[in-house]
């Protein structure tokens, strides 16, 4: 999968010094969900290739996302249209980077 840019830039850092995957995570992350008081029986399953490819639809359209993410449009209307209507929304989802989200949290 092409990442966008945004994506690379949030991964930049990391490249070859983090672990995709650190040990025992699934069981770190089900505690983290636990302690913040997510209703662990409400948690959408792979929510970010969700969020993703939500907002990547409003942007460049079914067909471009289908590819994008190697699912077929059928699945991709079912499953991700229609959770946000905004493109201006899906427009800052995209924008969004270390540097960008470091200066609002600063400025904050």
């Not at 359209?61 to 201006?88: C, D, F, M, P, Q």
């Amino acid at each position: 999968m092409r990442l966008e840019p945004n994506v690379a830039a949030w991964l930049a850092d990391h490249v070859n010094k983090t672990p995709i995957q650190p040990e025992a995570f699934a069981k770190k992350w089900k505690c983290l969900r636990r302690q913040a008081g997510f209703d662990l029986s409400q948690w959408v399953a792979d929510w970010p290739r969700h969020t993703a490819l939500t907002f990547h639809a409003l942007i460049h359209g079914e067909v471009e996302t289908s590819n994008w993410a190697r699912t077929t449009i059928s699945k991709l209307n079912h499953n991700y249209r229609g959770l946000v209507e905004n493109k201006a929304d899906a427009q800052t989802f995209w924008s969004l980077t270390p540097a960008n989200v470091d200066a609002d949290v600063k400025a904050s």
